[in-house]
Nanobody
Framework: QVQLVQSGGGLVQAGGSLRLSCAAS????????MGWFRQAPGKEREFVAG????????RYADSVKGRFTISRDNAKNTVYLQMNSLKLEDTAVYYC???????????????????WGQGTQVTVSS
């Protein structure tokens, strides 16, 4: 069984930075497309960023392009989300997720991901 354990997050002022980490165990990490999603109160879970299982191709939501960077370290079975220039609207619970389907196109759909981390709160204050 694949487990994803998240760390990082917390409270930061607008304009600040945070880094989220997500460590995987129990599977073949290098064969998973990894994604980060977020869910704000009263809203649906939305795609933030993804990194492909091959070639390290990336995809970002328009709202975070140029501010967030997703990366992975297959030797450490870990995916990261570096968040810079944080805005109030970035406040949400952030989830990492793994897609085991070996897709040729990185998906931003919640339903495409098989395994999920426990979630971590990111709060951006003014």
């Amino acid at each position: 069984q694949v487990q994803l354990v998240q760390s990082g997050g917390g409270l930061v002022q607008a304009g600040g930075s945070l880094r989220l980490s997500c460590a995987a165990s129990g599977g073949t990490f290098s064969r998973y497309t990894m994604g980060w999603f977020r869910q704000a109160p009263g809203k649906e879970r939305e795609f933030v960023a993804g990194i492909a299982w091959v070639g390290d191709g990336t995809r970002y939501a328009d709202s975070v392009k140029g501010r967030f960077t997703i990366s992975r370290d297959n030797a450490k079975n870990t995916v990261y989300l570096q968040m810079n220039s944080l805005k109030l609207e970035d406040t949400a619970v952030y989830y990492c997720a793994a897609d085991r389907a070996l897709r040729t196109v990185l998906s931003g759909r919640v339903s495409a991901y098989d395994y999920w981390g426990q979630g971590t709160q990111v709060t951006v204050s003014s």
